[in-house]
T-cell receptor, first 112, second 113 residues
Framework: SQQGEEDPQALSIQEGENATMNCSYK?????LQWYRQNSGRGLVHLIL?????REKHSGRLRVTLDTSKKSSSLLITASRAADTASYFC????????????FGQGTTLQVKP | KAGVTQTPRYLIKTRGQQVTLSCSPI?????VSWYQQTPGQGLQFLFE???????NKGNFPGRFSGRQFSNSRSEMNVSTLELGDSALYLC????????????FGPGTRLTVL
């Protein structure tokens, strides 16, 4: 069974607006990774944040991690139609080599 | 650097057959993990290989198996296919699967009829 929970399950916004997706997990992590997937294709890596980090930025993306609440958020600023995709968080855990546990994903639609 | 490649991209099989999928990791990456993605179960971990050794395995029946070669390329095999095995199979490579980013390939879409 999947450990991660993401919300919302679906999000629809206008171009130029910001999009925020949240992810929660149950047990302590080594790191948390965010991925994007377009229409059943492969996963594109966005950001990796380690358990001792609180915030990371990459271009228009900002990821925060709160290990006390076991949660993370992904913020996409100034969204574009090309950002339309499914977004997944995935957690890596010490002692569970090579295994990422994925949330069910958030489907983002950005309307032109 | 070239990304992770998977072959074939699409595959149609019938129940009872077996199938072999291939994954070539990013040059220099020695860890390869495999995942199954279905609409109902989402993304689930199958197994992970490092230097030709399976280090971790998910909760899948023994019909699912894999191996890794000395050049880090990996294959997974599914025997006695069932309708429920229809899925997108993704492989990912990394330098160190415990602490580093996993980079995914485009996937193999398997349809079992």
């Amino acid at each position: 069974s999947q450990q991660g929970e993401e919300d919302p399950q679906a999000l629809s916004i206008q171009e130029g607006e910001n999009a925020t997706m949240n992810c929660s997990y149950k047990t302590s992590i080594n790191n948390l990774q965010w991925y994007r997937q377009n229409s059943g294709r492969g996963l594109v890596h966005l950001i990796l944040i380690r358990s001792n980090e609180r915030e990371k930025h990459s271009g228009r993306l900002r990821v925060t991690l709160d290990t006390s609440k076991k949660s993370s958020s992904l913020l996409i600023t100034a969204s574009r139609a090309a950002d339309t995709a499914s977004y997944f968080c995935a957690t890596a855990h010490s002692g569970n080599t090579g295994k990422l546990i994925f949330g069910q994903g958030t489907t983002l639609q950005v309307k032109p | 650097k070239a990304g992770v490649t998977q072959t074939p991209r699409y595959l149609i099989k019938t129940r009872g057959q077996q199938v072999t999928l291939s994954c070539s990791p990013i040059s220099g990456h020695r860890s390869v993990s495999w995942y199954q993605q279905t609409p109902g179960q989402g993304l689930q971990f199958l197994f992970e290989y490092f230097s030709e050794t399976q280090r971790n395995k998910g909760n899948f029946p023994g019909r699912f198996s894999g191996r890794q070669f000395s050049n880090s390329r990996s294959e997974m095999n599914v025997s006695t296919l069932e309708l429920g095995d229809s899925a997108l199979y993704l492989c990912a490579s990394s330098l160190n699967a415990v602490t580093d980013t996993q980079y995914f390939g485009p996937g193999t879409r398997l349809t079992v009829l």
